[in-house]
Nanobody, 115 residues
Framework: QVQLVESGGGLVQAGGSLRLSCAASGISFTTYGMDWYRQAPGKQRELVAGISSVSRTTYADSVKGRFTISRDNAKRIVSLQMNSLKPEDTAVYYC?????????WGQGTQVTVSS
């Protein structure tokens, strides 16, 4: 059974940093790309960053230069380093992967950036 478990959210002041982690189990981790999404209140869930099985990365324009996604295949963890945080980064952040045409989501972790 595929499980994704996020950690690392919290409350931080604008300009601060947080590091999110997502631990994956139940999949051949090195085979699949992993993504981070976020959903702010009253808004649609949006893709923040993605990393392929060969560590090719993509970012939303709104986070380029501030966020960095990485993966540790030995530990089966995908991380999102978030620097220079802004109040508009406040959202629930979700880890995501797609395996055998099925979508899998973590439970989400709250990130709140105060101004």
């Amino acid at each position: 059974q595929v499980q994704l478990v996020e950690s690392g959210g919290g409350l931080v002041q604008a300009g601060g940093s947080l590091r999110l982690s997502c631990a994956a189990s139940g999949i051949s981790f090195t085979t699949y790309g992993m993504d981070w999404y976020r959903q702010a209140p009253g808004k649609q869930r949006e893709l923040v960053a993605g990393i392929s099985s060969v560590s090719r990365t993509t970012y939303a324009d709104s986070v380029k230069g501030r966020f960095t996604i990485s993966r540790d295949n030995a530990k089966r963890i995908v991380s999102l380093q978030m620097n220079s945080l802004k109040p508009e980064d406040t959202a629930v952040y979700y880890c995501y992967t797609r395996v055998a045409r099925r979508d899998y989501w973590g439970q989400g972790t709250q990130v709140t950036v105060s101004s």
